[in-house]
């Protein structure tokens, strides 16, 4: 097996303060791998995280790092990616940290799109202060503040996170590992933001008040709770792990630039006058002129006038420059055709 990845951990700092059987180890480990195989390094690559057990992911990646006050990292990731947008920025934290006291940046950032990738160790419960409900706590549960199960709903990441095009958002496990491991590599290669979230386990502060005994238990919870869906989806249901993606809306292109016809001069137009202009009014084949503002316009080509539904012309042959005048867009509709002439006088 390829250990190369461990190039990207600070292996001095281990120990690590997670407990033994804790999905953070997992996710630290496979977004180190993935990094490792797209060639990211301590030169080009920041790792930014939050307060909680998850955040302190970053500061055990062998990369720059920042640990930020709770609640904080997107604001930081976003600020490095902006000054220097040839940095490739992630963000390693928890669902309270992100989801909760983070949650407004959340919304924020993810609407402004940076090209920065969100993981999100979703534990739905704050491990770190003794397993407290969080955002993601699932309705019903039994927690430190909820012993008689959680009373509120979850907040729904997936939903507020594919919103409004563009988005990214992937819900994997740290059970299905395969899966995992592609969700961790699109993100990380997609422009613009990202956000995996990934359901792990708290065993000891979360597993154990729910009668589990080993972190494998929750793992095959995970199993039956959630399965995965393949292919291009635009959402995902609740029970649902794969990927979301939706690109930028497509902005309406402005108009094409309209030919603007040179000018002829008004001298060398033939002259028509009034009762002349009256001739052409489209009978036995003749052309359908009109005057406005001086000039005449043959309309001829008009389909209004064309087939066998062609309109019946009561136009034809007169001035009608007060009609176009209070027309909407009636000079626009005039300018479109032949100029053949003036009026005289
Ligand atoms: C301003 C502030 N409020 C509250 C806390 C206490 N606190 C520390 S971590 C945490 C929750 C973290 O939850 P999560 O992000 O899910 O991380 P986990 O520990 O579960 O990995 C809270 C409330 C704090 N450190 N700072
Ligand atoms: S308290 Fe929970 S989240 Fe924190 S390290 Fe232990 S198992 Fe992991």
């Known amino acids: 097996m390829d250990r190369s990845y461990k190039e990207l951990l600070k292996l001095r700092r281990f120990p ?14 496979n977004v180190a791998m993935a990094i490792k195989e797209l060639d990211w390094n301590y030169k080009n690559t920041v790792a930014v995280s939050g307060i909680g057990c998850s955040g302190r992911m970053s500061g055990y990646m062998n ?22 947008p040839d940095l490739n920025v992630i963000v390693l934290s928890g669902d309270g940290d992100l989801g909760s006291i983070g949650g407004n940046h959340l919304l924020h950032t993810s609407r402004r799109n940076p090209n920065i990738t969100v993981f999100c160790n979703d534990n739905e419960i704050y491990g770190l202060t003794g397993g407290q409900a969080g955002p993601t706590t699932p309705k019903g549960t039994k927690t430190l503040t909820s012993p008689r199960g959680e009373p509120y709903s979850p907040l729904r990441l997936g939903r507020i996170l594919t919103q409004q095009p563009p988005y990214f958002y992937a819900r994997t496990s740290v059970y299905h590992l395969n899966h995992f491991k592609t969700c961790i590599r699109e993100a990380l290669l997609w422009k613009g933001f990202s956000f995996v979230d990934i359901i792990s386990d708290c065993i000891e502060l979360n597993g ?41 809306e497509e902005v309406p292109k402005p108009a094409e630039k309209i030919e603007v016809k040179p000018e002829i001069p008004i001298e060398s137009l033939k002259p028509f006058t009034l009762e002349e202009l009256q001739q052409f009014d489209g009978s036995g084949g003749k052309p359908i002129y009109i005057a406005y503002k001086g000039k005449v316009y043959d ?38 055709f032949p100029l053949v002439g003036k009026i005289e006088g």
């Open 16 to 29: 690590h303060t997670w407990c033994p059987g804790c999905g953070i180890g997992a996710v630290l480990k």
């Open 63 to 84: 990369l720059d790092a920042v640990h930020t006050p709770h609640g904080r990292p997107l604001t930081a990731a976003e600020t490095i990616k902006t000054v220097r």
């Open 208 to 248: 154990r008040r729910l009668g589990f005994k080993t972190a494998y238990q929750m793992f095959k919870w995970f199993d039956q709770r959630f399965h995965i869906v393949e292919g291009e989806r635009d959402h995902l249901q609740e029970d649902e792990l794969g990927i979301a993606k939706a690109l930028v």
């Open 299 to 336: 309309l001829s080509g008009s389909l209004l006038f064309q087939g066998e539904k062609k309109m019946r012309c009561h136009i034809a042959g007169k001035d009608l420059t007060k009609d176009i005048d209070i027309a909407p867009h009636g000079e626009d509709l005039v300018f479109k």
